[in-house]
C-alpha cells in the first residue's frame, strides 16, 4: 500500500503500532505480532529500493514529513506504540521517531541489531564516519570492496587512482569513485562467494558499515581469512535515553508488555 494513510480499522480491535522498517528484525516483528488478534500493526518503509523485500500486512511507503508530518500521520492513524526498527544508520529517521513520540506521549522503543564484533585474525580499522573511511582507505588499500550500499558512495568520489568494486542493492544515484566496477545484488551472501570475490578482484581492503547481522557476515569472515583489512564504519548514536533492544523477539516482549 503506497500513500500517507494506512488502511488500519477503526473503530480500534488492538493496539495500534507503527513499525518503522527496512530491516529484517521488523520484517520478523510485523510477521509476529501481525497475527497476533490484540495487534493492529502497519509497516513503514521508506521506498528508497526498488523492489523491497515487503514486510507481512499492512505498509505504507514514503517519507511523513519530517518530525511534524509524523506526527501528524501517527495521530490520524490512532497509533498508540511505534517501534523504530530502521537500520542502524538510518538516524534522522531514530530522530524524527523519537521527537514525535515524545512530541505525542507515545511509548518507543528502537530496535537494533547488535553491532559486529572483532574476532581473532580480525584487521579492522574503526573510523566515526564515511568521511573518515575514505581518508582511512586512501591510505590503506589501491583495489577496494565498497559494501556500504547504495547512499554515501559519494564520500569516495573525489579517490582517483584507485580501484573499487561497489556492492549495492540498486545503482547509486550520487557520484562514484572514477575507476570502478558496480555489483548489483542482494544478500545473503556465502563465505565461499565472498572469499571468490575477493580473490578474483585482488581486493586489497574492504569497507563497511557496523551493521551487524548474519545476512552480510559473511564478508568478513572471508577478510579475516584473507588477511584483508576492513574499514568499519561506526554506528551514529542513538538520541539520549532511548530505549533499545538488539532481537524482533525483544521487541515482541515490549509489544506486549505495552498491550
Ligand atoms: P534516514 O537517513 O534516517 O532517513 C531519511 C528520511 O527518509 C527520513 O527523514 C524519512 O523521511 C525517510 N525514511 C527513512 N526511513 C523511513 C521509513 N522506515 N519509513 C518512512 N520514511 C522513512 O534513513 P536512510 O538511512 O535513508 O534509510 C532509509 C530506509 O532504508 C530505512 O527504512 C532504513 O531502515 C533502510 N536501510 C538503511 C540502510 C542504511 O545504511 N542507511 C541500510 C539498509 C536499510 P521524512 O523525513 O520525509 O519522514
Redesign the pocket.
Known amino acids: 500500500m503506497n500513500g500517507k494513510r494506512a488502511s488500519l480499522p477503526s473503530p480500534a480491535k488492538g493496539l495500534r503500532v507503527l ?5 529484517r528484525e ?1 520484517r520478523e516483528l510485523a510477521e509476529t505480532a501481525g497475527r497476533e488478534p490484540g495487534f493492529e500493526v502497519v ?7 526498488r523492489a523491497p523485500v515487503l514486510p507481512a500486512g499492512p505498509v ?8 511534524d ?2 506526527r501528524t500521520w501517527l495521530s490520524d492513524n490512532g497509533i498508540q506504540v511505534l517501534v ?13 521517531a523519537t521527537a514525535a513520540g515524545a512530541s505525542l506521549g507515545l511509548p518507543v522503543v528502537h530496535l537494533r541489531r547488535a553491532g559486529w564484533r572483532e574476532a581473532p585474525g580480525d584487521r579492522w580499522l574503526r573510523v566515526p564516519d564515511l568521511a573518515a573511511a575514505a581518508e582511512t582507505v586512501a591510505r590503506t588499500g589501491t583495489r577496494i570492496f565498497l559494501t ?5 558512495v559519494g564520500a569516495f568520489a573525489h579517490l582517483s587512482g584507485r580501484w573499487f568494486l561497489i556492492r549495492a ?1 540498486d545503482p547509486p544515484s550520487g557520484p562514484c569513485p572514477p575507476d570502478h566496477e558496480m555489483l548489483l545484488a542482494r544478500g545473503p551472501f556465502t563465505v565461499a562467494d565472498e572469499a571468490r570475490l575477493l580473490a578474483d578482484r585482488r581486493i586489497d581492503v574492504l569497507v563497511t ?1 557496523d ?1 551487524g547481522g548474519e545476512l552480510t557476515a559473511a564478508k568478513l569472515t572471508a577478510a579475516r581469512e584473507r588477511h584483508i583489512p576492513v574499514v568499519m564504519v561506526d554506528r551514529p548514536p542513538l538520541p539520549a535515553g532511548a530505549l533499545t533492544v538488539e532481537t524482533a523477539g525483544a521487541a515482541w516482549d515490549w509489544l506486549r508488555a505495552q498491550a
Open positions: 513499525i518503522l522498517g527496512g530491516t521488523a509497516s513503514s518503509l521508506a521506498g528508497r529500493v505504507r511507503v514514503g517519507g511523513f514529513g519530517g518530525t508530518g509524523l523504530d526498527a530502521t537500520h542502524p544508520f538510518a538516524a534522522t529517521m531514530t530522530e524524527h556500504i550500499g547504495r547512499q554515501g542493492i558499515k551493521s
